[in-house]
């Protein structure tokens, strides 16, 4: 049998060194011998659209965004909740009309905190 | 400059031998993976990404890969009217490309302002502000004529020296990298030209 198992492991390791330091050290010759640097100030510019950034890219972000995203989101899922429970809400037990309401239940009590918060006013 | 003659290399290639030099595999290399810059700026762009799709499959040259961005472009191709509005983003964008860069005028707005040459928002030619390298004439011209203009860029790749005295200038320190930014002024762009690059055709009268 292989009486180096782990051989293969070792070559496979330095191929893949090997194989992406020989075109970074080509480039970095390249440039040694041929090219020339020509920073300048667009050249060094971060934002890459053709437009000159305005403004700091450190602003705030309103987090109240995020708030009242997370509110709709429960509410569109109720609603999908809702839908088939109205269509068959004759046919359906006594546990499970009480579990339904349990479920709706919990969802006003979260909309009565949110609301109670201020977060369903975007000021 | 070279050890061999032409007409050397020329017999050795008959007999099976191929011999080349740094210069011309580098300059193989990079004219056959000319990276255009994606941005299009009237109809001419239609016509562009008619021959970058299969029917006329520009990819056959090496072009396909158009960026997004333009640290990754090689050739900056102008397909459209440049509005005076669109001037200082297009000449912002060559800046940024990295050397060595081409640019293709492809259509007659960007070669001299084509039909909407007498519009008061229209750069009359796109060489006012930036060098370039294939005009490619047309309203719109035909993909065939992008990949003649291609072909011919190609040619001149590979034409190009990379050291000595007659070198290119992406490889001449010398020569500028970024071309100054035109911004808007009163009336029209402030300068209205590069005047290194672009001077107005002079009539010789006989007198």
Redesign the interface.
């Known amino acids: 049998m292989n009486s180096q198992p782990y051989l293969s492991l070792v070559v496979f390791a330095v191929v893949a060194a090997v194989f992406p330091l020989v075109p970074l050290i080509l480039a970095r010759l390249w440039f040694y011998f041929f090219a020339p640097l020509k920073p300048g100030e667009s050249k060094n510019a971060t934002y890459e659209c053709g437009l000159v950034s305005e403004g700091d890219a450190r602003i705030q972000f309103k987090a109240h965004y995020y708030l009242y995203a997370i509110v709709f989101l429960i509410f569109d899922v109720e609603t999908i909740f809702l839908l088939p429970f109205a269509t068959a809400f004759l046919n359906l037990s006594v546990g499970a009309v009480l579990a339904m309401l349990v479920f709706v239940l919990l969802l006003v009590e979260g909309l009565v905190w949110a609301w109670s918060k201020g977060y369903l006013e975007w000021d | 400059m070279s050890v061999l003659s032409d007409s050397l290399i020329e017999d050795l290639k008959k007999q099976g031998v191929l011999v080349t030099s740094i210069e011309a595999l580098y300059n193989w290399g990079r004219s056959n993976s000319v990276w255009p810059l994606q941005f299009g700026l009237a109809c001419c762009a239609i016509e562009m990404i008619a021959a970058s799709m299969a029917r006329f499959d520009l990819s056959r040259f090496g072009s396909e890969v158009f960026r997004p961005?333009?640290?990754q472009a090689d050739l900056m191709i102008v397909s459209g009217t440049v509005t005076k509005k669109m001037a200082?983003?297009?000449v912002?964008?060559f800046?940024?490309m990295?050397?060595p860069k081409y640019v293709i005028a492809m259509g007659a707005c960007a070669i001299s302002g084509g039909p909407f040459k007498q519009g008061y928002n229209v750069l009359k030619g796109v060489d006012r502000f930036i060098p370039v390298d294939i005009y490619i004439p047309g309203c719109p011209p035909r993909p065939e004529a992008l990949l003649h203009g291609l072909m011919e860029l190609q040619k001149k790749i590979r034409a190009q020296k990379?050291?000595g005295e007659n070198r290119a200038k992406?490889?001449?320190?010398a020569q500028?990298?970024?071309y100054p930014?035109p911004s808007f002024g009163e009336h029209d762009l402030e300068p209205s030209k590069n005047a290194a690059l672009w001077s107005p055709a002079q009539v010789a009268r006989k007198d």
């Not at chain 2, 992406?170 to 320190?173: H, I, S, V």
């Open positions: 961005s333009p640290r200082p983003q297009v912002r964008l800046n940024q990295p050397d990379l050291t992406y490889f001449d320190a500028p990298g970024e930014i």
